[in-house]
């Protein structure tokens, strides 16, 4: 990606080097702008024209090669030679004009702006060059793919990168000949145009070039600014990704250390069943199900997720700073060197512009005037201003938002008292203030995104109890309205409580009904998975188990819905029933409402329907749908998994191992003692036909999704993804690894266990067929 956005950078910096000699004499007391030209050789011309050809032919095959009109590897060797081959006669070009074509007096003669701009070009040519080797031999050693896989976002920067560049090239070829500017002079006003620096050395002079300046400048200004925006959004969410998984990643195992050392680990351990095989307590004083303990293991993760994306933050923060300030002192360094001589600059003179120009201020009291500075403030200013735009975004996420959550929470103690409560908004915050020192454990955080206060459920009176289902936007507008009527009836504090205080006792009561159904299927799950058979549908070695149409309804779902129905008759009086009756298929929020598990294959195929439809439809959020642990649960049992198995489950490892042989080898042990605990659970039958390549679809059994190290990764094909290893919410396997989008890890393996149900369909009718010709 960097070598297609730079290589079209380094090629019309190429062509600037080419339209113009590389010599200029200045005499004593002449200006530069009038300097006549000196004549290059005819061979370093030549020479010069070769290079750019070669440098377009590589840069063509980079393009047909992301375009996937060329092989990788007819297409690699070509950019790679070409740019190289341009790179080094371009560094010996330059090198012989320094040397034996240096005329004398030396002081009389000064490079023209083309020289220095065969000087970036070389560089850069070096350096995309560089990069497709790296990823030439990584595709053929398999660390990458031998194919481009880019995004429609990353051909659309491509492409943006090559049309502005082209558009800026022209429009000062055109404002060149009408100002009677030299080429280089108008690329340099182009530019400082485009950036809207707009210094003033240069400006249109004539009414045709005024005429034309609105029209190119207003179609330049936007197209720069999706260049920008482009660029932007590929840094941040491709930073945010890779470094969030990175950073989760390194704050698990702190934490796992950190919880080893200290004894407190208890609630990594998996609780076994006991000798009955009904409930799983342990033996503790805790007390906790294995379902309790998972719940709780899960909220742990949340809380490595929330301060390793808040360290994230800051650490993109950091790096975004730091490259601004280089470019902001190393520039102004070079702009010192280049205008010491013509305009006697100091180190703050170029401190000062160096700021103005990244600022976009451009007051133009001091602006280059010598060759080598109006061709490195293009060079620099390219680099400069998506750096400026990557550390707005940055601080809009950080510094911002740090001082906006701050004035929101003094107004809550002060002017505009929350819903919390005095004392509850003050230690927030001092909490707040004390960069989370104070009363850590007092608060309660809610969590970012869709759990969060922000996106809270708003119960309200609504017609129609027939079921209907609102869309995303009804149920925001709802929501919305909701919490509108609730600050117009401030004025009436009886009432807001009163109406505060239903909407949280049904909140409870909800939870509460979550809760025991969720203990009913775990009890009636360990039942099912007793020798006596019965109709219930279990999961076992990450299979589902179905009762034959004949079987008459299982216990638990008959028990689930007369809850159910008592729930409905006990609810039907409640204002804020029929609310949340509404929102059941509220795509941007938590489902409290989660239909029991399917007990017959036919149910079973329609409910993995539409659970794809509804995650399809969580792809599209941001930001990206995080799911409760309740939810998880619901689909992991779809998947075949069950969070009351303690079997299915493991302790994490926190240990990191740093050599290749070490982790092969620890994967190689835990592969074999999984294979044992498989093979002895194989034994319980029971399996969907065609279960196997199910549970080979579902990866490691619930994780897989990233992370390295520490518990070890099934990451070959065969026996191990038949079987899936054990796994733990904090471990590496975990779903909540890596930089995997939740919802796309469940839509993977929910496609994958609906395309296995239909192939063991399509076999049995086959067989049927058979049986029956």
């Not at 700021?355 to 680099?383: C, E, H, Q, R």
């Not at 990557?390 to 809009?396: F, T």
Request: proline letters at 5%; glycine letters at 8%.
């Amino acid at each position: 990606m960097i070598a297609g956005t730079l290589g079209p950078v380094a090629s019309a910096f190429s062509i600037c080097a080419l339209v113009k000699p590389w010599r200029q004499s200045y005499p004593p007391g002449a200006s530069v702008d009038s300097a006549p030209f000196v004549r290059d050789p005819p061979w370093l011309t030549a020479i010069n024209a070769v290079q750019l050809a070669v440098a377009l032919l590589a840069n063509m095959a980079l393009l047909l090669n992301m375009a996937r009109r060329l092989s990788f590897s007819i297409a690699q060797p070509i950019t790679i030679v070409g740019w190289y081959i341009s790179s080094l006669a371009l560094v010996a070009l330059t090198a012989t004009a320094a040397g034996p074509l240096v005329m004398q007096p030396a002081d009389d003669f000064i490079w023209s702006q083309a020289f220095y701009y065969a000087i970036y070009s070389a560089v850069l040519y070096f350096l995309v060059a560089s990069l497709m080797v790296v990823t030439y031999m990584g595709a053929q050693t398999g660390h990458y793919r031998k194919e481009f896989m880019l995004t429609p976002s990353q051909r659309t920067l491509m492409m943006q990168t090559i049309m502005f560049l082209m558009y800026l090239l022209v429009g000062a070829l055109v404002f060149g000949k009408i100002e009677g500017w030299t080429y280089l002079d108008a690329v340099y006003w182009a530019a400082v145009t485009l950036f809207t620096v707009g210094f003033g050395d240069f400006y249109a002079n004539t009414t045709l070039g005024r005429a034309l300046l609105m029209p190119y400048s207003l179609i330049g200004i936007v197209s720069l600014g999706l260049v920008i925006g482009s660029i932007r959004s590929l840094v941040l969410d491709r930073g945010k990704r890779r470094l969030g998984a990175r950073m989760v990643e390194k704050s698990r195992r702190r934490t796992l250390r950190h919880m080893t050392r200290k004894g407190t680990d208890d609630i990594l351990v998996p609780i076994r069943d006991d000798p009955l095989g009904l409930t799983s307590v342990r033996t503790d004083t805790l007390g906790l199900t294995e379902f309790e303990r998972r719940e709780r293991e899960f909220k742990l993760m949340r809380k490595i997720q929330e301060k390793a994306a808040h360290r994230r933050r800051w650490v993109a923060m950091g790096v975004s700073t730091s490259t601004w300030l280089v470019l902001w002192l190393a520039g102004a360094r070079v702009f010192q060197a280049c205008e010491e001589r013509y305009q006697g600059w100091t180190y703050f003179n170029g401190l000062y512009f160096a700021f103005v120009s990244l600022t976009t201020i451009g007051y133009g009291d001091m602006t280059p005037v010598s060759n080598a500075g109006k061709s490195f403030w293009v060079f620099w200013a390219l680099l400069a201003l998506p750096t400026t735009t990557v550390l707005i975004s940055n601080a809009g996420d950080t510094v911002v938002k740090a001082i906006r959550d701050a004035t929101d929470q003094i107004a809550t103690v002060t002017i505009l008292p929350g819903e919390l409560g005095f004392r509850r908004d003050l230690k927030r915050l001092l909490r707040t203030l004390s960069c989370g020192i104070l009363f850590e454990e007092d608060i309660e955080d809610d969590p970012p995104g869709f759990l969060g206060q922000s996106q809270r459920l708003k119960p309200n009176v609504t017609n129609g109890a027939n079921g209907a289902h609102q869309d995303d936007d009804d149920a925001q507008e709802t929501m919305q309205q909701d919490e509108a009527d609730l600050e117009a009836e401030s004025a009436d504090s009886s009432r807001t409580k009163q109406k505060r205080a239903e909407r949280d006792q049904y909140d409870e009561d909800h939870s509460q009904q979550i809760e025991a159904n969720a203990a009913e299927e775990t009890y009636t799950s360990r039942r099912s998975r007793k020798p006596s058979p019965g109709p219930n549908p279990s999961s076992s070695n990450n299979h589902i188990t179905f009762s034959t149409p004949s079987t008459p309804t299982r216990p638990s779902s008959s028990s689930h819905l007369a809850r159910s129905r008592t729930s409905l008759s006990n609810n039907s009086n409640n204002p804020h029933f029929h609310h949340f009756h509404h929102l059941h298929h509220a795509q941007s929020f938590p489902r409290r409402h989660l239909p029991p598990i399917p007990t017959s294959r036919h149910e079973y195929r329609v409910v993995l329907v539409d659970e794809i439809r509804r995650v399809a439809q969580h792809l599209r959020h941001r930001p990206p749908r995080k799911y409760t642990f309740h939810e998880w649960a619901w689909y992991l049992r779809l998947m075949g998994e069950d969070e009351a198995d303690a079997e299915r489950h493991r302790r994490p490892n926190p240990h990191v191992h740093h050599g290749k042989r070490d982790r092969e080898r620890d994967r190689d042990r835990e592969r074999e003692r999984d294979r044992l605990v498989a093979g002895s659970r194989r034994k319980a039958g029971g399996e969907l036909p065609g279960g196997t390549a199910a549970a080979a679809a579902n990866g490691d059994g619930g994780g897989g999704n990233g992370g390295g190290g520490g518990e070890g990764r099934g990451e070959g094909k065969g026996e191990e993804e038949s079987h899936p290893l054990p796994w733990s919410w904090v471990g590496s396997r975990s779903p909540l690894m890596g930089s995997q989008e939740e919802a796309e890890w469940i839509l993977e393996r929910l496609i994958a266990r609906l395309a296995e149900e239909l192939r063991a369909e399509a076999e049995r009718a086959g067989r049927e067929e058979g049986s029956a010709g």
